[in-house]
């Protein structure tokens, strides 16, 4: 069992950066693959970053080069550096942690969810 809470969401002008953090509680936080997903108003919810058990990124193609994942196992945290942001970057985040093993993007490969947190871009 894994229980994740977000945080670091909030309103920022466009070109502007922002860093959320997720912190979970439960074991074995280093073999999870952690994700970050997001969800606009109207829209479904999207992937948008993730970082596998080995460290290995990978990224939506629409943050490629401008957003970072990261981990720090010792303190069963991920973080996502959002930089350059822009107005379509605007949505609730969500964290998540999947067992795969592999290079988990879809939201049904990931078994535990945060509550989200609001991000908003001004123009």
């Known amino acids: 069992q894994v229980q994740l809470v977000e945080s670091g969401g909030g309103l920022v002008q466009a070109g502007g950066s922002l860093r959320l953090s997720c912190a979970a509680t439960?074991?074995?936080?280093?073999?999870?693959?952690m994700g970050w997903f997001r969800q606009a108003p109207g829209k479904e919810r999207e992937f948008t970053a993730a970082i596998r058990q080995s460290g290995g990124t990978y990224y939506a193609d629409s943050v490629k080069g401008r957003f970072t994942i990261s981990r720090d196992n010792a303190k069963n945290t991920v973080y996502l550096q959002m930089n350059s942001l822009k107005p379509e970057d605007t949505a609730v985040y969500y964290c998540?942690?999947?067992?795969?093993?592999?290079?988990?993007?879809?939201?049904?490969?990931?078994?535990?969810w945060g509550q989200g947190t609001q991000v908003t871009v001004s123009s």
């Open positions: 439960g074991r074995s936080f280093s073999s999870y693959a």
């Open positions: 998540a942690a999947s067992g795969d093993y592999g290079y988990p993007r879809n939201q049904y490969d990931y078994g535990y």
